[in-house]
């Protein structure tokens, strides 16, 4: 399953590669995370607890990054584990190119998942995923905005740039394809109980 | 007040069932109904991998949450005494050695095989606490490479599921002659072959898998309440495999089954486990399968790979066939399926044809796949498919119609033994074929076919002439090929005082309308109403000895009814005679009322009845008090029932979109006891067949062996407003081998109409054969492919 999608973010690519490894800034983005941690100086483990109704499950995902180019591009590998939920892995490569008026992000993140997650099928996955990832991403923009020294680039975020062509949620970050994979995880719960 | 007279069964006549006012007016009572005092629920806890050593499994988190009474994991079961899952039939391969059974624990020990696998069990106070605390048990897994596609998993480079099972390969078994098949096709001067895939199929049966089990300790024995169409077969695996002391230590109830399709024949783990369980904590133990469990591990059905090859000579005589098919057998070998995927397949696969030179070789493959086993048609439906697609490209070879092709081949006398140990009892293929030609005005259909045309339509009509084995048995023959024999069926019936009837059967309804079939030949044999019979079945503790219910076996069961009957009114004449004070043989029995043709005068049964149990009007000495039967109903034979489909399709090239517009079927099921009955299986058996052939499909990802249609989104299920009105015929060549002249019904609607239904599709669009299921967008490819050609 292939999610590919970009972003512009109101902030230089030197700002959002700085936002993007800030674990605090991701975790205040990120509805129901509990935990964010470096745990070494490429790799990441998180825990995030979704209550979606009756059914709560927590969910934790590790993240690994690769071929690091700051301030332009990162591939990274993530697994995460949603215990009865299922599980999502896989491999994303991201990068951030200057725009008028910001940074472009853009992800292509390659995913497999199992369990429930595979079971309910990919519209689903998508669809949620997609809203979890605007949800995180509403919140993200206006982080770096403040972060951005650049006053003339901290402006109200604008919507996505791409049209969606094929399969496509609508947003990223380094952590965010395994993240999202582990949120759905959590919706799909729901979904099939 | 006036009584109503109840109705009068009569063999042959179209009685409604007396079922179903109440099951469709919410008062069935299904296991999941039961409540136990001192009531606990399971939760399991499943592999989301397809293929995975087991590490840690931490429950601690789950332990400790409320409500939770006990977890058990494999290593637990193992530790009790737990026997692994076996399979019920014994096979060898080619080389006499016998199929390789992977080891099933009902509760992964090590390795998991499939997505799905229990891996754990959590019993708590509430069903919502066991959930909550399965999902808070963290099973470690290292993952394996999965194989899905069996070519890929016979090869050298496939992870092995199971050790010491190389090539994941259980089985090379064979039937018939290689010799002479080889002979017939050097003789043969036109062949056809063809490569097709019968497609895997989830069940889906409206009520899902349940258990409620029960423990009493203090005499070591043990209730269970289970949903399924074999409770006294249930009864001695759960038994075994329990390790209880005896069979009368265990009880089975089945009480009313919400569909099985050959879904609930097996002997699944989760039940196991959740007996074992019930012992474990000394409460009764209930588990109900959600929808995705049912999808993930209700055992699959179909899912072959096959080769096969027919040779004729210049016009069309059919002298030879070849047949190679891997039959996937999913992560381990489920209760029936290594018979299913031999002698209830491979047997059948001359179809209606008198072939004499055959040979069938069926590889038995393991995959990271949901256990396969019976469904509806249980291997027939595969035979089937395989020799009318044959038939279909044969007619286009040789250049006739597709009728004309099976009339030249047709076995015209009865009984034929076939070169694939079976023997057909009889049959009226012919005369079968031309009722189902009238019945969709064949001569017609070039007119539609034109008529659509100018509509933009393709239609294409296909043909299907199927055969099929049903009311198993007998007990020996079935022994002979590996099985543990006991094909038998019993029934019991009771005379009360008052005239009442109960009637105790081994078979068991689960939608096939025991209840009014069974009452109806009763009602007639004994000439009281329908209404005074009582029906009883699913109950070991009211049931001494039956098979349970599948292929087709009422033919079986109400033998032994119709036989017990005669006992009792064998009986009633010796009672009468003592009555009336003349000899038994001078005592005529008709409607229900015994009379002497010498004096006139006249007992109704319910009489004889009375006097049966007050037994003051016989000496007991030379005639025993009450009034009950019992029969064992060994059949000398299968019945074979017979059919020609018919079904017209149109597609629209535009999307792809096939839709059947008409299908007619005449079937020989023998007599027939119910036409209403008999038709709604039919109805059923056809939706099922078409949805085979057009929308159902189990798709696993071909690289990570994740059920991807495991929800009704995904999964395209058969609706009344996709079907046509059928069109039915019957055309009856009563067996020999049964009392009633019945062959059976249940199977065949699934078993004709998936080549009808192909059959159809290629001749719409002129090519050699599609897959199933034929779905729109491999359509509208093949419509795309037809155009740029054209």
């Given at each position: 399953m292939e999610f590919t999608g970009s972003y512009l973010l109101p902030c230089s690519p030197e700002t959002a590669w700085t936002a993007l490894n800030d674990t605090e800034v991701l975790k205040s983005c990120?509805?129901?995370?509990?935990a964010l941690e470096?745990?070494?100086?490429?790799e990441f483990t998180g825990k995030v607890a979704a209550k979606i109704g009756p059914v709560s499950a927590r969910f934790s995902g590790t993240m690994r990054q690769t071929?690091?180019?700051?301030p332009r591009s990162c591939r990274m590998q993530f697994e995460g584990q949603g215990g009865v939920a299922g599980f999502a892995k896989g491999g994303a490569l991201v990068t951030l190119a200057a725009r008028d008026g910001g940074t472009e992000l853009t992800y292509v993140a390659d995913t497999q998942i199992g369990g429930k997650l595979a079971q309910m099928g990919a519209r689903l996955v998508e669809g949620t995923a997609k809203s979890m990832a605007d949800d995180f991403f509403g919140k993200f923009a206006a982080a770096v905005a403040a972060m951005e020294p650049d006053a003339s680039l901290a402006a109200e975020p604008s919507q996505d740039m791409s049209p969606p062509a094929g399969p496509s949620s609508g947003v990223s970050s380094w952590l965010m394809p395994a993240v999202i994979a582990i949120i759905v995880a959590a919706a799909a719960v729901v979904f099939l109980r | 007040m006036t009584a109503m007279t109840a109705p009068m069964g009569k063999f042959g006549q179209s009685v409604k069932r007396v079922e179903d006012s109440r099951l469709i007016t919410g008062n069935g009572r299904y296991v999941d109904d039961l409540v136990l005092p001192g009531q606990t629920y399971a939760a399991f806890v499943r592999s989301a991998y397809a293929h995975a050593r087991i590490g840690a499994i931490d429950i601690s988190a789950a332990e400790a949450m409320p409500g939770v009474v006990k977890i058990l994991t494999g290593q637990d079961l193992v530790d009790g005494g737990l026997f692994a899952l076996p399979s019920g039939w014994n096979l060898n391969s080619v080389d006499g050695t016998p199929a390789r059974v992977g080891v099933h624990h009902a509760l992964a020990v090590d390795t998991v095989r499939f997505v799905g696998e229990p891996v754990a069990l959590v019993i708590a106070e509430t069903r919502g606490q066991a959930r909550d605390a399965a999902d808070s048990v963290f099973v470690e897994y290292e993952e394996l490479p999965a194989v899905v596609d069996m070519a890929a998993a016979l090869g050298p480079d496939a992870p092995q599921l199971h050790p010491d099972i190389p090539s994941n390969r259980a089985f090379t078994w064979d039937i018939g002659n290689a010799a002479e098949a080889d002979a017939a096709f050097a003789r043969a001067t036109r062949r056809v072959s063809l490569e097709l895939r019968n497609n895997r199929l989830v069940p889906n049966a409206m009520e899902p898998r349940a258990i409620n089990a029960e423990w009493r300790a203090y005499d070591g024995s043990m209730t269970i309440y289970l949903t399924h169409q074999n409770p006294i077969g249930m009864r001695l695996f759960f038994m075994m495999l329990l390790g209880l002391e005896s069979e009368n230590h265990l009880r089975v109830v089945s009480p009313d089954v919400g569909g099985g399709f050959g879904s609930k024949a097996p002997c699944y783990a989760e039940e196991l486990v959740v007996a074992f369980a019930a012992r474990a904590v000394g409460r009764p133990v209930k588990w109900t399968a959600e929808r995705t469990e049912s999808f993930l591990t209700d055992a699959h059905g179909r899912d072959h790979v096959t080769t096969a090859e027919l040779a004729m000579d210049d016009e069309g005589r059919f002298l030879g066939l070849k047949v190679h098919t891997l039959a996937n057998l999913g992560g381990y070998i489920s209760t029936s399926n290594a018979l299913v995927v031999s002698y209830m397949y491979a047997t059948m696969l001359c179809g209606q044809y008198a072939i004499p030179a055959v040979h069938a070789v069926v590889e038995g493959v393991y995959t990271n796949t949901c256990p396969v086993d019976a469904y509806r048609g249980a291997g027939r439906p595969e035979a089937a498919y395989v020799i009318e697609r044959l038939a279909h490209l044969a007619a286009r070879e040789i250049g006739v119609d597709q009728a004309e092709i099976r009339r030249r081949n047709f076995v015209k006398a009865f009984p034929h033994q076939t070169p694939l140990v079976y023997c057909y009892d009889s049959g009226d293929y012919e005369g079968c074929l031309d009722a189902a030609l009238r019945l969709a005005d064949y001569a017609g259909f070039e007119q539609r076919r034109a008529e659509a045309k100018a509509r933009g339509k393709l239609r294409g009509i296909g043909l299907s002439a199927y055969v099929e084995a049903c009311g198993i048995g007998p007990s020996k023959l079935l022994a002979s090929l590996g099985g543990g024999g006991g094909m038998w069926e019993s029934c019991e019936i009771r005379v009360q005082p008052g005239g009442s009837v109960e009637v105790l059967t081994g078979a068991h309804n689960h939608g096939q309308g025991h209840q009014t079939v069974y009452a109806q030949i009763i009602s007639e044999r004994f000439g009281i109403p329908m209404d005074r019979i009582t029906v009883v079945q699913g109950d070991t503790d009211r049931i001494q000895a039956g098979t349970g219910t599948y292929g087709s076996r009422a033919s079986v069961g109400l033998s032994a009814a119709v036989k017990s009957c005669e006992k009792i009114i064998e009986k009633g004449r010796h009672i009468v005679g003592y009555m009336l004070g003349i000899d038994p043989g001078e005592v005529d029995f008709a409607e229900g009322i015994y009379t002497s043709a010498a004096t006139n005068q006249t007992v109704a049964f319910t009489e004889m009845a009375g006097a049966a149990h007050a037994a003051s009007s016989f000496p007991t000495d030379k005639l025993e008090p009450g009034l009950v039967a019992t029969t064992f109903f060994d059949p000398p034979n299968f019945t074979y029932p017979a059919g020609v489909h018919v079904c017209e399709v149109e597609i629209d090239p535009e999307t792809g979109v096939t839709e059947v517009v008409a299908f007619n079927a005449a079937d020989d099921f023998g007599n027939v006891a119910n036409p209403l009955i008999v038709e709604g299986q039919v109805h059923g058996g056809l939706t099922q067949g078409i949805a085979q052939a057009l929308w159902e499909n189990a798709v696993?990802?071909?690289?990570?062996?994740?059920?991807?249609?495991?929800s009704y989104m995904d999964y395209g299920m058969p609706r009344a407003d996709s079907l046509p009105e059928f069109g039915l015929a019957f055309w009856p060549s009563p067996t020999p081998v049964n009392p009633l002249g019945m062959k059976g019904c249940g199977e065949a609607g699934a078993i004709g109409s998936p080549p009808a239904v192909i059959n159809a599709v290629c001749d719409a669009l002129g090519i050699a054969h599609v897959d199933m299921p034929a779905a729109p967008e491999k359509i509208w490819r093949l419509c795309q492919e037809r155009q740029e050609a054209l």
């Open positions: 990120l509805k129901g995370c509990e470096r745990t070494a100086e490429t071929e690091l180019d700051p | 696993y990802d071909p690289d990570t062996a994740q059920l991807m249609t495991a």
